[in-house]
């Protein structure tokens, strides 16, 4: 009985021993093919549980790759707690960085941006700022187009007058102006036929009227542009 077992412990043994000198050679490249890179590791770490440790812990890449998980999931971590923490928070007049002379203005716009607010149901709308020369240039979700002086920004006055700018073009909705040179351009939507259409028109700057022309219009039908 025990030269039984002797028998049978040396064969497992060589048996093992071949099988795992074998496995890396090519004369069995076609059997190794046969198994899924799954299951491949699941015989190596069931079958040769020390060379499959060995392979890993001689993996660089694979211990290069986990710290990036790693430390991308502390990212994120850190991420939330920022995003909960300052969402809808008011820091000025005081900053990371510096303390700001914080001061609050008013200005109205004109009354057909108020009428349409209150036709589409809505208390507020985007309007958008450019600085030229030393006026304040403000462009207001309709395209309805104001200026003032950049000096009424630190003035005691708590108001700000706005000047209004007349336009050769009526806007449906617009999405950003630019500035270049004495060139002022908007880009801005255009609806027609169920479809949206990206457009951007330009114009030379004079305080009195815009004269506007197109300077790019996408044809490509589009849904709910935002940009």
Do not use: W
Not at 7 to 23: E, G, K, P, R
Not at 81 to 105: A, G, R, V, W
Not at 117 to 128: A, G
């Amino acid at each position: 009985m025990k030269k039984f077992i002797l028998i049978i412990s040396v064969f497992l043994l060589f048996f093992y021993l071949s099988i795992n000198y074998a496995i890396r050679k090519p004369l069995l490249k076609s059997i190794k093919n046969i198994f899924s890179e799954e299951q491949k590791i699941l015989i190596k770490k069931t079958i040769f549980p020390h060379n499959y440790i060995n392979e890993l812990e001689n993996d660089n890449n694979y211990f290069v790759q986990k710290s990036k998980i790693e430390k991308l999931k502390i990212q994120i971590e850190e991420l939330k707690i920022h995003k909960d923490s300052d969402y809808n928070t008011k820091f000025l007049p005081e900053s990371q960085f510096i303390n700001l002379k914080f001061y609050t203005k008013f200005i109205k716009l004109n009354d057909n941006f108020l009428e349409k607010l209150k036709k589409n149901k809505r208390n507020r709308h985007s309007f958008y700022i450019e600085e030229y020369l030393d006026k304040i240039i403000i462009a207001d979700y309709y395209g309805n187009f104001y200026y003032f002086s950049n000096d009424k920004l630190v003035d005691d006055i708590p108001s700000i007058n706005l000047i209004e700018i007349i336009s050769n073009f009526e806007f449906e909705k617009v999405l950003d102006i630019k500035i270049i040179d004495q060139q002022i351009y908007v880009s801005h939507v255009i609806y027609e036929n169920n479809c949206q259409y990206l457009s951007i028109y330009e114009s030379k700057i004079n305080f009195k009227n815009l004269a506007f022309k197109d300077f790019f219009t996408d044809k490509t039908c589009g849904q709910f542009l935002q940009a």
